[in-house]
């Protein structure tokens, strides 16, 4: 019964200083644009379309700091925002730190917590690429690319359909295998 194991409440911090995994004259070399009047909209527009690319794909596209507070009623609660890089610290719902012989996570940088089956845990590690996957770069630089064409358009679904079909395959429920 997996209907008791879900997410309380969630808090993603970017570790400073943000560094995109897509450079300003990557984007413009993409997009085709010589001049520089457009800089600082297409530098916002890497932004914008990394953090959307996060969003469809649960996933951490630079380094972060997650802190997750999670009921693990169940057990084999996934940890979201991978890939996870470290595992700071678990507290249960008193205040007091788990040790680690009192929880099991297993799995490589996308794992589940097996134990404690408890409810109001609260994990903090740190997650995101160092180096992101080329096809989630070029979905980055054809998000830029659907945003500078379509700057003003009024039915913008959001995230364009080649981004979407990119971020499909690297969701951990994905519909496209």
Request: glycine share 6%; net charge negative; proline share 5%.
């Amino acid at each position: 019964m997996a209907y008791s194991n879900f997410i309380i409440d969630f808090t993603l911090t970017d570790t400073a200083p943000v560094t995109e995994p897509v450079t300003l004259a990557e984007a413009k070399l993409y997009c085709r644009v010589t001049n520089t009047a457009d800089d600082a909209q297409i530098q916002t527009m890497i932004t914008q379309a990394r953090e959307a690319i996060e969003k469809a794909t649960g996933l951490s596209l630079i380094p972060k700091t997650a802190i997750v507070w999670f009921t693990n009623y169940d057990g084999n609660f996934y940890l979201p925002f991978g890939p996870m890089n470290s595992f700071t610290s678990l507290i249960d719902n008193n205040g007091d730190t788990v040790v680690d012989a009192d929880y099991s996570l297993v799995g490589g940088k996308f794992p589940q917590m097996q134990f404690p089956l408890w409810h109001n845990l609260k994990a903090t590690y740190t997650c995101g690429y160092t180096t992101i996957p080329k096809d989630l770069k070029i979905a980055i630089l054809d998000q830029v690319s659907y945003d500078y064409e379509n700057r003003g358009l009024d039915s913008d679904n959001g995230i364009c359909e080649k981004s979407w079909k990119a971020c499909q395959r690297w969701t951990r429920i994905s519909p496209i295998l």
